[in-house]
């Protein structure tokens, strides 16, 4: 149970878990911070909606980023 509440695990799927919460959890607070700073309320439905869209953008530069595996062959 510790070592799940302080991120300690092996498994390389745990760890992707894990920076997706440690990311969800500092977003939150940021979401929470801006919206007391700008007199707003705090929506869940809003929250969530903003972490998806984040997600979102993070996969697809993560794919854009990513080299195609099929390279064209020089040919002779």
Request: glycine share 2%; charged share 25%.
């Amino acid at each position: 149970m510790e070592e799940k509440l302080f991120g300690i695990t092996s498994c390389p799927y745990e760890k992707e878990i894990l920076k997706k919460f440690n990311y969800t959890i500092l977003f939150m607070k940021y979401y929470i911070y801006t919206s007391k700073m700008h007199n707003q309320a705090i929506y869940l439905s809003v929250f969530v909606n903003k972490v998806l869209f984040k997600y979102r953008i993070e996969s697809f530069s993560q794919l854009a980023t990513k080299k195609c595996p099929l390279q064209k062959r020089k040919t002779s």
